[in-house]
């Protein structure tokens, strides 16, 4: 498993983005909707490590503001081959960028940090459906054809996936 730093939305974006999810679900395809987990939430990852150690998120604790920007979900992208992610593209901003640098700047000493996520080669995106068998892709681009989403960031998380547990790094606003 991996460990984490991630931006969650305000909630009128985290209701919109579930509302893409449960399409994909209703009609039958692969959904986040599938996993129903509490910490199942849309967000942009900020940050992945295999490890990252508790001096880290104090750094993150002590370092990170609440971040207060708007967010503007894009067009769709897919990751992968035969079986694709399927994702929104998150239109960069400098508000995101800056904090996206100062993330991975902090985090920067974590145990095997995943190579697309080092600044100049992140990809800001919300995951849509995971595992989307390419005979699905053009149909899911259908239901999701409703324009961009615009909303706020939140708060800055982090997620341990080793043991399934998530807490807040910075405070809501």
């Known amino acids: 498993m991996v460990q984490s730093v991630e931006l969650l939305f305000d909630e009128a974006t985290d209701v919109a983005v579930r509302a893409e999810w449960q399409r994909l679900w ?12 509490e ?12 490890h990252i150690p508790p001096e880290i ?9 609440t971040p207060s920007f708007h967010i503007r979900l894009g067009g769709l992208v897919m990751f992968g081959g035969r079986h694709v992610t399927l994702s929104r593209l998150v ?4 508000a995101l960028l800056s904090l996206h640098r100062s993330v991975f700047d902090l985090a920067a ?14 990809t800001p995106h919300v995951t849509l459906a995971r595992r989307l068998p390419a005979d699905q892709i053009a149909e899911a681009a259908r239901l999701l054809d409703g324009g961009d989403i615009v909303g706020r960031a939140s708060v800055v998380r982090r997620w341990d996936g080793d043991a399934k547990r998530e807490w807040v790094v910075t405070a809501p606003p």
């Open 109 to 122: 000493h974590a145990t095997e940090i995943t190579p697309h996520i080092r600044p100049g080669e992140w």
């Open 91 to 94: 239109v960069p901003s400098k």
């Open 26 to 37: 209703d009609a039958g395809m692969p959904s986040r909707t599938r996993v129903r987990a």
């Open 57 to 65: 998120d104090e750094l993150l604790g002590r370092r990170i503001a």
């Open 39 to 50: 910490s199942n939430r849309p967000h942009i990852t900020l940050f992945v490590a295999r």
